[in-house]
Every structure is written in structure tokens, then in C-alpha cells.
């Protein structure tokens, strides 16, 4: 089932029904396959059909849940992944080599960051980083042994945005791989693809989830790269489960509406914050003070679900305002039907020196919400008594 429209792929995207004409697709909790005969068996493993093994390879739920990221971001083919961030190491393991350089935003993930300084130069492979408004700076850092070009956008937990196509025309013209962390948009917000990307990474934990119960990541987009990352998958073993695989294929068939409602509410939580006096500023793509907002307009649908906002009086009213907080969560993860809010100066950045926070755009005084899907009048009410 191909369609246009990404609300009909992620619902009727599907794999074969069994004998009983599921309409809605059960769940293979199988770790192996069976085959017909020894011949059957022999062409299986030479890779001459395309078949089911074993589950660390492929699996029903898996297959489906990729397809459908596929249609939604317009890409190739794909593999599934336990977690958003075997699916970023697997990516970069599976291309790489020994010597290799990645050129990065600065403003990327923290553990993605960690794999870039402290794990992935135990194989001599190196990074170079240019900060969000920098991007001027990419041609410089690009060396003979560059392969990889790498962003985020928005970036975390600073909500900026990337020129997306600018640094695919870069990726092209010297010939690297350029891949994006589509996390926080979602493939129903931005399609990464459109603008020159050759790979799209999901962390499936966050919205494509969108209900804080399990994790998983997803790379998809061109089928060269994507066999390579495959063989590299299938004989290391981070595979999505079936049963996680299942939970997310379903969660995509909500997917569009519920971002939706996530970007409106979360539009109108940036809006009470942009005029509160406690508020030094708001970034939330589509504001129109936000410094990227046409930018942001051309490559998103809607502004996403994170709005970040610098309350006045620095590191100890953040932690204040985290205290004072009663409805909405304090919690690590983003993108779940409940509000959550984070202080990222003394907690995911805090290992970070305060001058290495305020090149990644941290303040003492910025607070990041996921902002959910309860009703905006009772986000925003918990706001307005905390920041009393
Ligand atoms: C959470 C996250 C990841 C890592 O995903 P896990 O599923 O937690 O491993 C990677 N990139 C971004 C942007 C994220 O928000």
C-alpha cells in the first residue's frame, strides 16, 4: 500500500495477514523461522529470497513498523533497532572505518555526543563540531577522511533549527554521508530526505511511542547504506523485539494526530510564557521571535512538541521553579502524553562545564518542556503557579 499522504501510510502500511485475516496485525512472538526443505533452507541463507530467519534478522512486526517509517519518510528501507541509540551506534559502526572523521552540530544528544568523544575514538575514528550558528564553518572542518555529516533539528533542549537543505548541498559537494536525528520532529513534521539527507535516525521511545511505555530506534533511508548497516545489525544483534516492534507500529497509526495536538498545545504554552515577566525569552520554532522561524516554517509542518524558555535569576531559580512544579513531571524522557519538565544546567548537562552548557545554548536559567496532551489550560496553569 503506497500513499502520498503520510496519515494513510502509517495506518495501512502492512505485511501479509495469516489464515485468519487479522484486521489489525498480531503479534509474532517467535524466534525463528521454519523452512520448506533443505533447498528452501539453502537459498534462504544465501540471501537469494527475502524471508524471514531469524528474529535477530528480521521479524513480521519489525518488517511492518520499518515499512511504514519508510513510506513516512520517504526513504529506501530501513532497520529496527532496541533502542534510539543502538540505532545510532550501529549506523556509525557500520559505516566507519578505522581513521574515518564525522563533522557534527554541536547541539546533538548526550549520549550521542558521548559516542562521538569518548567511545568511537577507541576505533581512531574523530570528530569535529560547529556550533548551531556556525554553519559557515562546515567547509572549513571537513577533511580528506570526513565521512559523515551529522545534526539534529530542533537540537536539544535548546530548540533550535538547522538549515537542513544548506547542509545537504554541503554533504553533496564533498561527498559525505549526511544523516539526521529526526527525533524531535517526527517524519510527521519534517522529512529530512527532501532536503538531501541519506539517513533519517528515530529514537521510536519518544513521540513515535508517544505514551512513555517502550523503547526503540529506527534508521531508514538509501538501500546501499542501509544493507551495509543490516549485515553489520543481523551478526551484532541490536534488534527491536517483536513485541516493542508491535507496540510501535500501532503507535504510528495515532502518530499524526497526536503531534498535532502536541504542537497545539505546546504553541500555546510558548505563548504564555513569551508574555510572562518572570520569562527572560521562549524558543519555540513557530513563534515568530524565534530566530529560525521561517526557516522552521519551510521545513516543518508545526513547531513540534519542546518549548524551551530562560526563566529570570539563573541556576537557583530553576531548580525553584522545578520544585514548584505539581501537575506536569519531572522526568528524563520527552514526547509522552504527559508534560514533563527538565533543568538541563543541573541535571543531563550538568557534567558540562558552564562554558561547554552556553556553547550548546544552556543557561543556568533555561527549562525544557515536552509539552503533552493534556489540556493546555491545565499545562499552562501549573506554569503560571510555579513561576509565582
Ligand atoms: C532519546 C534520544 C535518543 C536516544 O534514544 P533512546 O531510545 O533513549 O536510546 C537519540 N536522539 C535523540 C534526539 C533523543 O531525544
Avoid at 28 to 52: G, P, V
Avoid at 60 to 89: D, L
Avoid at 325 to 350: E, M, Q, Y
Wanted: one cysteine or more; charged letters at 20%; a neutral charge.
Amino acid at each position: 500500500m503506497n500513499s502520498k499522504h503520510i496519515e494513510t501510510a502509517a495506518i495501512r502500511t502492512q505485511i501479509e495477514r495469516t489464515q485468519f485475516l487479522e484486521h489489525s496485525n498480531p503479534l509474532y512472538l517467535t524466534s525463528s523461522y521454519i523452512f520448506e526443505d533443505a533447498e528452501d533452507m539453502r537459498a534462504s541463507f544465501a540471501d537469494e529470497k527475502e524471508r524471514n530467519i531469524y528474529s535477530r534478522y528480521s521479524n513480521p512486526n519489525s518488517s511492518e513498523f520499518v515499512e511504514k517509517i519508510c513510506q513516512m519518510e520517504g526513504a529506501e528501507r530501513g532497520y529496527a533497532f532496541a533502542t534510539g541509540m543502538s540505532a545510532v551506534f550501529s549506523t556509525f559502526a557500520a559505516l566507519l572505518d578505522s581513521g574515518d572523521h564525522i563533522v557534527s552540530c554541536q547541539s546533538i544528544f548526550g549520549s550521542t555526543q558521548t559516542l562521538f568523544n569518548n567511545i568511537l575514538p577507541k576505533w581512531n575514528i574523530s570528530t569535529s563540531y560547529f556550533r548551531i550558528n556556525e554553519i559557515e564553518r562546515i567547509e572549513n572542518l571537513i577533511q580528506p577522511n570526513t565521512k559523515i555529516l551529522y545534526a539534529e533539528s530542533p537540537t536539544n533542549p535548546a530548540v533550535d533549527i538547522l538549515d537542513l537543505e544548506l547542509l545537504g548541498n554541503i554533504a553533496k559537494k564533498h561527498n559525505l554521508i549526511f544523516i539526521v536525528d529526526n527525533c524531535f520532529a517526527t517524519p510527521y513534521l519534517q522529512q529530512p530526505i527532501k532536503f538531501g539527507a541519506d539517513l533519517v535516525i528515530h529514537s521510536a521511545t519518544k513521540l513515535i511511542d508517544g505514551q512513555g511505555r517502550v523503547l526503540g530506534g529506527v534508521t531508514v533511508g538509501n538501500a546501499e547504506l542501509i544493507q551495509k548497516i543490516y549485515l553489520f545489525s543481523r551478526n551484532t544483534g541490536p534488534a527491536l523485539s517483536p513485541f516493542n516492534a508491535w507496540i510501535l507500529s500501532k503507535s504510528l497509526e495515532t502518530l499524526p494526530v497526536r503531534v498535532e495536538k502536541h504542537c497545539d498545545n505546546a504553541l500555546k504554552t510558548a505563548k504564555f510564557l513569551k508574555n510572562h515577566d518572570k520569562v527572560n525569552f521562549v524558543k519555540y520554532p513557530f513563534l515568530k521571535s524565534h530566530p529560525q522561524h521561517e526557516l522552521a516554517k519551510k521545513q516543518m509542518k508545526f513547531g513540534g512538541s519542546i518549548v524551551a524558555f530562560e526563566i529570570k535569576g539563573g541556576i537557583d531559580a530553576g531548580r525553584n521553579f522545578l520544585n514548584s512544579i505539581k501537575l506536569l513531571s519531572l522526568s528524563a524522557n520527552l514526547g509522552d502524553t504527559r508534560s514533563i519538565v527538565t533543568h538541563p544546567a543541573s541535571t543531563t548537562h550538568a557534567k558540562l562545564s558552564e562554558e561547554d552548557r552556553l556553547k550548546t545554548g544552556i543557561s543556568g536559567g533555561l527549562i525544557r518542556i515536552s509539552v503533552g496532551l493534556e489540556h493546555a489550560e491545565d499545562i499552562i496553569n501549573d506554569l503560571k503557579q510555579a513561576l509565582k
